[in-house]
């Protein structure tokens, strides 16, 4: 199965990167549908934190998101689907109890970053996995923006942000961050969610 690959590279290392996982034309697709949600204005700033305490902080980040809900588009529902199928996987496999997918839109304008973070928030650890697709079929080395991921023995590896591309990673183990970009930088950015452990334990 497609999921395979990823499943035993979660299990053995906690990552997994795979080439053109996204056919062409999905990937060109949800490129299309992220540049027509951009020009209607549908973009916002990415906020640090969550609820009440989500703030704008361009000097930690940088890109403008709108999440995906179902039913908004044909492409976007495929992407979804194909998605679910990899959590069902996820839980048949590995027992991870992964209820949901949640992902938004993520566009890195010129000179935009991401400062070194986790996924997972401190006190709440229902993103279990992290899933980015990138969507930048004309990336070339000097664009930029690559996501740089840092591991416990202190080395890191540098993503290239290519079309098709997925990286999917244990959101509470791999600190990471996206470097300046200098192109527009596009992808869809999302996480597996479990119940928190809290709700768990009722």
């Known amino acids: 199965m497609q999921f395979d690959p990823i499943i035993d590279d979660l299990a053995e290392h906690g990552w997994s990167l795979r080439h053109s996982f996204l056919s062409d034309d999905l990937t060109l697709g949800l490129a299309a549908e992220c540049r027509k949600r951009e020009l209607q204005g549908d973009l916002a700033p990415a906020g640090i934190g969550r609820g009440d305490a989500l703030t704008i ?14 039913g908004q588009s044909q492409l976007c529902d495929s992407y979804l689907e194909l998605m679910d199928g990899l959590r069902q996987r996820l839980n048949q496999t590995l027992f991870l109890g992964l209820e949901e997918f949640e992902c938004h839109f993520a566009l890195y304008p010129p000179g935009a970053f991401y400062k070194t973070h986790l996924d997972r928030f401190r006190d709440d650890d229902s993103r279990c996995i992290t899933a980015v697709v990138y969507l930048n079929p004309d990336w070339q080395p000097a664009d930029g923006g690559e996501l740089r991921m840092h591991f416990a023995d202190g080395s890191q590896r540098d993503i290239p942000p290519l079309a098709g591309d997925l990286l999917v990673f244990l959101s509470g183990d791999f600190p990471h961050e996206v470097l300046v970009t200098r192109t527009d930088r596009l992808s ?3 996480w597996f969610r479990r119940r928190p452990a809290d709700v768990l334990a009722l």
């Open 188 to 190: 869809l950015t999302g």
């Open 57 to 70: 902080r361009e000097g930690i980040r940088g890109d403008q998101i709108q999440w995906l809900e179902p």
